[in-house]
Nanobody, 122 residues
Framework: QAQLVESGGGLVQAGDSLKLSCVAS??????VAWFRQAPGQEREFVAA????????NYGDAVKGRFTISRDDAENTVYLQMNSLGPEDTAVYYC?????????????????WGQGTQVVVSS
């Protein structure tokens, strides 16, 4: 079964930047997305990208601050996060689905990584 592995989380200060990586064991997902979940809150859509169509979609909370990209040769999807604030503190997960649809609903993604923690101090 294909796997996704996230990395790049950590502790940063408000206003800092951080870049997360999601490595896929194989390219079986036409769409890869990032979600995040803060303690006591529901999982929230952050961004998504298609492998072939070069299409992207962003959640309202991160538009203009976060950028999703991918490296086809490395089977890797990145999430560049700028102007971080305490509200961005969460566990960040990448998820994959076969269809090339930039869905914001977490239940439509079949494969999930283990998550990487991001903490932003004020």
């Amino acid at each position: 079964q294909a796997q996704l592995v996230e990395s790049g989380g950590g502790l940063v200060q408000a206003g800092d930047s951080l870049k997360l990586s999601c490595v896929a064991s194989e390219r079986t997902f036409n769409t890869v997305a990032w979600f995040r979940q803060a303690p006591g809150q529901e999982r929230e859509f952050v961004a998504a990208i298609t492998w072939g169509g070069h299409m992207t979609n962003y959640g309202d909370a991160v538009k203009g601050r976060f950028t999703i990209s991918r490296d086809d040769a490395e089977n890797t999807v990145y999430l560049q996060m700028n102007s971080l604030g305490p509200e961005d503190t969460a566990v960040y997960y990448c998820a994959g689905r076969p269809a090339a649809v930039l869905d914001t609903d977490a239940s439509t993604y079949a494969i999930w990584g283990q998550g990487t923690q991001v903490v932003v101090s004020s």
